[in-house]
């Protein structure tokens, strides 16, 4: 993108980009491969994973298994896992979970000292570890984030927050050596700088904000999608957008972060209704108001249809008010602060997007297709999610590639010797931060939970007639954001178009059916070194 040139530079062996679960881990374990500088976009502990509310998924329990696990997350993804990379996270998971425990984290405990295990959407067994009742992620990421402080004075860690990534440099040869940053505030540094290195790991989170309404952080503005099709990655499966089925409901008017209304709620037995109080899911699955999120979405998005109505309820209240409190305290008073008791009160809610299955492509070591550049967690596409992902996989996906990524880090960094950075032609330009909100409409009307040709039609005229519209502001960390969310929302709207059927996180209204024949397979984008955006389809 424009910017200015940088004014300073910081060197390091792995450069880092975010703190949730994926960042973090990554950072800590790469410190075995050589010096590490992990960059955060606002505080360090300002991250999607601690929002995460129900839990963690690992095959944990004696009558649980990895292939069990397994299993559930094939089906969840329908048809479109990397089988192999399904097995990598379901073996190493629980391993990886037990170590966050000797870390430090803390999750609930049975009478007899062994982590309670709880149910989500599409698991047949309890396997989801959670903490604080619902603030599971919250744990996790203080007991990674402890652990940093606990080495910070190491030489073979930096950490620089307030810092906007927007760019990934490269050498001659197309290798990753480093990124352009923005520095906001006070500090060592500020404005815009090149932090090198012989690696690069993208760990930036989701693309929530492209959308009006989703339960992502402000932070998640697709920044790591966006910079890695800049510097020539491939990004596959971005039409696969979750939208969790029970976000509270607060009006017509809101945007931005919703409130969150955790799937162990329903695990714990909550059900759903329709304004007319009918317990819609039931007949409509085999796992009821448990099935995977795609279908409890598309079923509360029918049953909206049916009735007329903006939401639909949850209805918590059989389960007690003590139990309530203290199994979902943050739930609960969040809940009440808008006026709604779940103990007493039948809740409204209605679908909000939550999480994108697809990303930045890797195999399973976490290299994506540019030399030198890594990716982990929700902004990486290591083909676990397939079409729709699997509830609480997500933290455990982050904690896994995490590790994994370190571990190539210490066997191959000492063969990695990038080149100085080079420009790539002709620089993007930048959009007017005041278009947020015209994206974010366009994208919510042309691919939301329900879209067709004639939507995704109107949302591509839309987002062109935005294209060459120019920085009214200059260059500025708001234009910055807006136009990476420009170009996922290109990029995700051009998937979605292409993919002529109904599956997992895809809902075509004019496709209404799954079609293998066709199909069964991944939408895989690059963009050129002239700036030019090829999307192709791969078959399994």
Known sequence: MRTEDPGWTVSADVVVVGSGIAGLTTALEARKAGRVLLVTKTRLSDSATAWAQGGIAAALGPEDSPEQHLRDT???????????????????????????????????????????????????????????????????????LEALAAVREDPQIEVVEHALVTDILTDAAGRACGVVLHVIGAGRQSGVGAALGRAVVLATGGLGQVYA??????????????????????????????????????????????????????????????????????????????????????????????????????????????????????????????????????????????????????????????????ACGEVSCTGVHGANRLASNSLLEGLVWGHRIAEDLASSLGDAHPGDPVERDGPVGLLDADARPFVQSAMTAGAGVVRSESSLTTLAARLASLATDPAADGMTPDSWETTNLHTVAVTLGRHAAMREETRGGHWREDFPDRDDARWRGHLVSVVDPDGVLTTTYEPM
């Open 74 to 144: 094939l089906v969840a993804g329908v048809g479109l896992c990397d089988e192999d990379a399904v097995r990598t996270l379901v073996t190493e998971g629980p391993r990886r979970v037990r170590e966050l425990v000797e870390l430090g984290a803390e999750f609930e405990l049975t009478p007899n000292g062994d982590i309670a295990l709880t149910r989500e959407g599409g698991h047949h067994r309890d396997r989801i570890a959670h903490s604080g009742g619902d603030q599971t992620g919250k744990e996790i990421s203080r007991a990674l």
């Open 213 to 374: 309404s989703t339960t992502n952080p402000p932070v998640s503005t697709g920044d790591g999608v966006a910079a890695a099709l800049r510097a020539g990655a491939e990004v596959a499966d971005l039409e696969f957008v979750q939208f969790h089925p029970t976000v509270l409901w607060l009006g017509r008017s809101a945007k931005g972060q919703q409130p969150l209304i955790s799937e162990a709620v329903r695990g714990e037995g909550a059900v759903l209704r329709d304004v007319e109080g009918r317990r819609f899911m039931k007949g409509r699955h085999e796992l009821a108001e448990l099935a995977p999120r795609d279908v409890v979405a598309k079923g509360v998005v029918t049953a909206m249809a049916e009735t007329g109505a903006e939401h639909v309820w949850l209805d918590a209240r059989h389960l007690g008010r003590t139990f309530l409190e203290e199994r979902f305290p943050t739930i609960v008073a969040r809940c009440r602060s808008y006026g709604i008791d779940p103990a007493t009160d039948l809740v409204p809610v209605a679908p909000a997007q939550h999480y994108a299955s697809g990303g930045v492509r890797t195999d399973r070591r976490g290299r994506t297709s540019v030399p030198g550049l890594y």
